[in-house]
């Protein structure tokens, strides 16, 4: 693992695509040729090879970390990896096939850059490629890789890559993905993973990893219309120090846009003004901030600010509602039903919210959505429209993944339940509030 | 590049001092587990960057299996004092003395023995949530593990059923007597950890540089011979750990890659005197670090089979 001064970029990616299609040989195959494979972690599948692979190395053993994955050759939850090459650092996640386990592609995918669907050249175009493509595209993620898999079992065939493009291309006009690329490969083989393959002159793209390598990533964050969900209330309330006792902050992660010291901002829900007097960190003052930055802002004026409230500036400003419409993703053992209450966490707060209609369940087939659904099942996708025992402060996903997303939690149980995505405000919070006066 | 860019090290601070803080603010009783190891050394720093100019609104826990290196006990309560925490320290022995666990006949590490002591622990205080220093690039098991990792009332990790983790809102819910435990590191590679040492200049215990040590081969690795036992009344806590009379015992220049107790720790041979010198071995390095825990090769399954009992 080479070693730099510069800065390097860290690329987030997760593979998925259904069971069998090679996403766990692949992620071996980059460490492998990357070189990212120690010694002691290749003599551990050396030995495991002797024991359930018949002497051959299975590089999907390299991720499969659960004893029972293992047993039962398939992927249960996300494993993530890391490596990194002299171009960027990446963080990978081997998010599993079944459709079972949607909830922890999800997961895995959540947090990504990039999204590679995995295809069997032989199967082609599948449920789950549409799934996991339809996933992607609804968590926005920027970028997508097609990597037409195991194109050594056909022959390596250009007319079959060319199908299984057109086929995709036939439904992605529907979705919401910018970057789509098309990589024909073999995993096992390592064909067009790392190094170029000579068995596909036809195909003059980059490798998967040159173009892990090399796609933009930096304008990935949200840098329009500053947002700082408030997370934590810092007050040292020191007696010893008369400087420290009277210091109070406002502490949290930037979830959109820029700050800067001497800034004005409007605290939500309470509407007050302040100025900010000094965004404060731990290795001094800094003159600005921005989006995805953890901070601390001191205020000119002491006002009653707690976790949950949001600051913002004067421009892109965002909704304020109580009553949302938003997409989901349902994760449940039981279905999503009219008139449920949940517990929902948006950005830094925690409410309860029922829902109130639910419907346009969206098909895996088509990606039609179908009005007259009356529940969700686990994996289901589909609207809702929900009212929160509080009003959020929010934007549209599509606009900011961080102030636009929020989970749903069980009462009781306190599971985990779904991933839901606000659609955009239909009317934007008024900007006019009086001057907060001391 | 545009101005308003982090690198991977700060991208990775920025996702840790949101974890510590969301802790802070859904937890009633945190902990933060600090061995005095680089992993929980970085913690400790992000908890800085998170809370002050406040105090690190959590205490310090440690558990102790008895057969620390003098050097890292030293460093891990001087560094407590420096900033002010609170250190709490549970033993082994103590757990002994109290009837919480019983040595295992035939065995000489007490790493399995930390599992009850730390449950002990949480109950003394009712903790509700552990902070640790694990990543996930250590070992495949912890390769799965959540930022927040729920624990039934048993302590133990459900891997086959983990609550979904969608972006960066952690469901912290917990019902009585269940816990968390929660990892600000799990992206963070070894090289990581020592880059940010490196830029944080952070003061690590000084086993972790090139040093003098008299060490046996035992398993495929140099273990270090531990200090001499002369208390005459109670029995030596390293018998069995000692080189036996076919161990050949030599003076190496050694260091550790990754520390848990005299016992368990492989010494690689290294001349790595500075930071700098560590990254460059690192860079190099053919094997994981967990390469050289006596504890983690037992098996494949070594620490699916401790977490899910309930260790860190
Ligand atoms: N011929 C050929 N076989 C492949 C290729 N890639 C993967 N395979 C084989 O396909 C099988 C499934 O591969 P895995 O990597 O385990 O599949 P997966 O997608 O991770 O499956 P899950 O973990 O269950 O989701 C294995 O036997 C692989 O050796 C390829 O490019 N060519």
Known sequence: ?438 | MSSYHLDHLQYLETEAIHVLREVAAEFERPAILFSGGKDSICILRLAEKAFRPSEIPMPFLNVETGHEFPELIQFRDRRAKQLGARLIVRTVDEAFAKGLAAPTPGQISRNQLQIPVLLGAIEEFRFDCCIGGARRDEEKARAKERFFSFRDAFGQWDPKNQRPEIWNLYNARLNQGENMRVFPLSNWTEMDVWEYIQREKLEVPTIYFSHTRECFRRGGQWLPVPTVHTDIIKPDPYAGARPKPNEAVKSLVVRVRTIADMISTGMIESLAESVDDIIAEVAAARVTERGTRADDKASEAAMEDRKKAGYF
Request: net charge negative.
């Open chain 1, 1 to 438: 693992m080479p070693h730099s001064q510069h800065p390097i970029e860290l690329l987030r990616f997760n593979t998925c695509g259904s069971v069998d299609d090679g996403k766990s040989t692949l992620i071996g195959r980059l460490l492998y040729d990357s070189k990212s494979i120690m010694e002691d972690q290749m003599e551990a599948l050396e030995r495991s090879a002797d024991i359930t692979g018949g002497g051959q190395i299975n590089l999907a053993n390299l991720t499969d970390g659960l004893r029972a994955e293992r047993e039962q050759g398939i992927t249960i939850d996300v494993a993530y990896r890391y490596f990194a090459t002299p171009r960027r650092k990446f963080i990978v996640a081997d998010t599993p096939g079944h459709v079972q386990y949607t909830r922890n592609m999800v997961t895995g995918a959540s947090t990504a850059n990039l999204s590679i669907v995995l295809v069997d050249a032989r199967q082609g175009v599948i449920e789950q490629s549409r799934r996991h493509t339809y996933i992607a595209s609804l968590l926005r993620i920027p970028h997508l890789v097609i990597a037409v898999n195991k194109m050594d079992l056909v022959d390596w065939s250009e007319d079959r890559f060319r199908e299984i493009r057109e086929e995709f291309e036939s439904f992605l006009p529907l979705l919401d993905i910018k970057d789509v690329k098309f990589i024909p490969m073999s995993a096992l083989n390592g064909d067009n993973v790392v190094e170029p393959s000579s068995r596909t002159p036809w195909y003059a793209g980059p490798t998967l990893l040159g173009h892990l390598e090399s796609v933009h990533i930096a304008s990935d964050w949200n840098l329009h219309g500053f947002r700082l969900p408030v997370q934590w209330v810092n007050r040292p309330n020191n007696p010893r120090d008369p400087k420290l006792h009277d210091f109070r902050g406002v502490s949290g992660q930037i979830a959109g846009g820029v700050v800067k010291a001497g800034q004005k901002i409007v605290i939500l829900p309470s509407g007050h003004r302040s100025t900010v007097k000094e965004i404060w960190t731990y290795d001094g003052p800094l003159q600005e901030a921005f989006c995805p930055q953890s901070v601390t802002l001191v205020l000119e004026h002491d006002i009653d600010i707690s976790r949950g409230d949001m600051l913002i500036g004067s421009e892109n400003l965002p909704g304020m509602n109580a009553d949302l419409r938003a997409r989901v993703c349902w994760m449940g053992q039981r279905p999503l039903q009219c008139g449920k209450k949940y517990l929902l966490k948006h950005t830094t707060q925690t409410v309860q919210a029922v829902v109130t209609c639910l419907g346009n369940r969206i098909s895996m087939d088509n990606f039609a959505a179908d009005p007259a659904a009356t529940e969700l099942a686990m994996n289901d996708i589909g609207e809702i429209r929900f009212r929160a025992a509080k009003p959020l402060i929010f934007d549209g996903y599509a606009n900011n993944r961080m102030t636009g997303a929020f989970i749903l939690i069980e009462q009781g149980s306190h599971h985990t339940l779904a991933a839901g995505m606000l659609l955009p405000p239909t009317e934007l919070v008024k900007a006019e509030y009086e001057d907060f006066t001391i």
